[in-house]
């Protein structure tokens, strides 16, 4: 059965359609594999004139269950202009959602054709569901072969990353429908801009990868640059009005900029966001000289995948006491990476990194596994009830599994879910409101807590303080910091107190590494702060030695 998975390469066939099958757009290679002109069968013809006779009536249902059901899936003979029907595997999604179906027609070949690629392998690889492109893991998978070099001839590539300006913008004002058939345009217009020999992979959420297999030079790749440029700032349109968007594009040559794959992949990421901060709407091609900054992320976001296998990472847990006992509620789990040669990279540092080459994913499991387990043990051990905090980075929250891996968390540990908290920023509130709602409603249904951390140096509106399930407000550092001497920190810590009480939050006040901080922060009815003063970050088993020496209390 054709599933969520299907065939490794990008669809033969891709055209946009409404309910009835009335044509809006066809990718110029999708045309040209079944030998049309793009002009014959563009807009305003019809799909199902396309459709082996045998088939019509069952891809005509498909298309009318598309628009109510979602996605649909069926093998159907395509005819070419020729007369001869070509077995296909088609795959039908809803762009818009809602009544006005506007549909996104893919189709494979079965059994491969000439116009397919022909370095990577039939395996079976996720394929996007919104534009119908294959996504990262297969691009990993080319990018190794073509700098193996094994099946393919000699000669270099193209690499170009390229990023949606202002697409979460639009996301996050005009909803996800909107936003998902802007990147089914996006990727379209990329399709139809390229040649059949090139790749377009849906790299990211508004991130797109191209792999150009004859543009291995400078000269090579500008011209494609620059058309890719243009086809993405023609206005688009969404629901009768005119939308602008533009896009950064990163770009790196194979072998010129790096020997293989992964590092050729950072290096495109990283002329990327050159190109962004040079104001984005524009593209950049990777300079070697990109300063010490820039290398230093390459050689980290590379060794991070070694320093995983060599176990360099590890949870410190830092006590929250309480102001007036100094006992210990709990812990915040914290990572770090002992760097061999180099001491320790902060959290701080290699947190966004990881972000950016896909381990977060990993490493945010890891730690929440691995502190829900920890603390699931020093309860047992002590009889206690101590809390876990866990931060969670907005990548992890907004990748759509979150409430299944804390479900599973707690599942595998025994940890009882009130103990469990979560640390998330202002911007990862901010980012998408609604779907930040629909999440955070979820954990607090599973009985987990959420924490707003480093409270006050974001962004947040004050209504949706109080309309998310929240628990706690983690005051910055930079407040208590400023708790003497000059009086606004105190202003402010007094304010940001009286605001959770009026909504009923707890507060922690973090960085209090003074005794007249924790005074001050006593008097004004702060229960909870976190440390130095208190307790450094430390591993599991110093931890364990703390508190059986009794310079750590747990509270009962
Ligand atoms: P954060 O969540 O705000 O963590 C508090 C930071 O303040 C920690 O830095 C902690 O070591 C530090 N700190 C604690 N007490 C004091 C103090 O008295 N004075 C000062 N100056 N600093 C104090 P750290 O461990 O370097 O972590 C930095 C950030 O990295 C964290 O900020 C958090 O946002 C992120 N992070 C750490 N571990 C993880 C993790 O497992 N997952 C994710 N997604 N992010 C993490
Ligand atoms: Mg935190
Ligand atoms: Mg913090």
């Given at each position: 059965m054709v599933g969520?998975?299907?065939?490794?390469?990008?669809?033969?066939?891709?055209?946009?359609?409404?309910?009835?099958?009335?044509?809006?757009?066809?990718?110029?290679?999708?045309?040209?594999?079944?030998?049309?002109?793009?002009?014959?069968?563009?807009?305003?013809?019809?799909?199902?004139?396309?459709?082996?006779?045998?088939?019509?009536?069952?891809?005509?249902?498909?298309?009318?269950?598309?628009?109510?059901?979602?996605?649909?899936?069926?093998?159907?003979?395509?005819?070419?202009?020729?007369?001869?029907?070509?077995?296909?595997?088609?795959?039908?999604?809803?762009?818009?959602?809602?009544?006005?179906?506007?549909?996104?027609?893919?189709?494979?070949?079965?059994?491969?054709?000439?116009?397919?690629?022909?370095?990577?392998?039939?395996?079976?690889?996720?394929v996007d569901g919104i534009t119908g492109l294959p996504t990262r893991p297969w691009l990993l998978e080319v990018l190794e072969r073509l700098t193996r070099r094994e099946d393919a001839p000699g000669g270099g590539f193209a690499l170009m990353h390229l990023d949606l300006d202002g697409f979460q913008k639009v996301n996050d004002a005009l909803g996800h429908a909107a936003g998902d058939h802007l990147l089914a345009e996006a990727a379209a217009r990329l399709v139809a801009t390229l040649r059949a020999t090139d790749m377009v992979i849906r790299s990211g959420s508004d991130e797109f990868a191209l792999i150009l297999p004859d543009a291995a030079s400078l000269d090579a790749v500008a011209p494609v640059a620059r058309k890719i440029h243009s086809a993405m700032q023609?206005?688009?349109?969404?629901?009768?009005?005119?939308?602008?968007?533009?896009?950064?594009?990163?770009?790196?040559?194979?072998?010129?900029?790096?020997?293989?794959?992964?590092?050729?992949?950072?290096?495109?990421?990283?002329a990327l966001t050159a190109a962004k901060h040079a104001g984005r709407n524009r593209w950049s091609v990777y300079r070697s000289e990109g300063g010490e900054e820039s290398s230093r992320r390459l050689v980290l976001e590379e060794q991070m995948y070694d320093a995983i296998q060599n176990g360099e990472f590890e949870m410190h847990y830092q006590p929250i006491c309480r102001t007036g006992s100094r006992e210990m509620e709990g812990f915040e789990a914290l990572m770090r990476w002992h760097r061999p040669g180099h001491g320790a990279v902060s959290p701080a540092e290699f947190i966004p990194l990881a972000e950016s080459n896909g381990l977060i994913d990993y490493l945010g499991n890891w730690s929440l596994r691995a502190g829900c387990h920890q603390v699931a043990r020093w309860n047992a051990t002590w009889n206690a009830h101590l809390r876990i905090s866990v931060n969670l980075s907005p990548t992890q929250f907004h990748q759509g599994d979150i409430v299944a891996k804390v479900r599973e968390a707690l599942r595998e540990s025994g940890l009882p879910a009130r103990l469990l908290s979560l640390e998330i920023t202002e911007g990862t509130l901010m980012r998408d409101p609604d779907a930040t709602q629909a999440v955070l409603n979820e954990l607090r249904g599973l009985g987990v807590s959420i924490s707003v951390d480093d409270f006050g140096t974001g962004y947040s509106s004050l209504a949706y303080l109080k309309r998310f399930p929240l628990s706690c407000l983690k005051i910055d550092h930079s407040f208590v910091r400023d708790l003497e001497g000059d009086a606004n920190g105190l202003v402010i810590v007094s304010a940001i107190l009286g605001l959770a009480r009026e909504l009923g939050l707890q507060v922690v006040a973090e960085g209090v590494e003074r005794e007249s901080q924790l005074g001050m922060l006593a008097d004004k009815g702060c229960d909870l702060a976190q440390g130095y003063l208190l307790g450094r970050p430390l591993a599991a088993a110093e931890v364990t030695e703390r508190v059986e020496r009794g310079e750590w209390r747990v509270a009962a």
């Open positions: 969520e998975r299907l065939t490794d390469r990008l669809a033969d066939f891709l055209a946009r359609v409404s309910g009835a099958g009335e044509v809006h757009f066809v990718s110029a290679p999708g045309a040209a594999w079944l030998g049309y002109a793009t002009d014959a069968i563009g807009r305003g013809g019809d799909l199902l004139a396309l459709v082996a006779m045998e088939d019509r009536e069952a891809v005509r249902a498909a298309l009318r269950r598309a628009g109510k059901q979602g996605r649909q899936a069926l093998n159907a003979g395509l005819l070419r202009a020729d007369g001869a029907a070509v077995a296909a595997t088609c795959r039908i999604l809803d762009l818009a959602g809602g009544d006005r179906a506007e549909l996104l027609f893919a189709a494979w070949a079965i059994g491969g054709t000439e116009s397919a690629p022909s370095f990577p392998a039939a395996r079976e690889f996720p023609r206005p688009f349109i969404l629901a009768g009005s005119h939308l602008h968007l533009s896009a950064s594009i990163g770009i790196a040559l194979y072998p010129e900029h790096a020997g293989d794959g992964r590092q050729l992949f950072r290096c495109a990421d990283i």
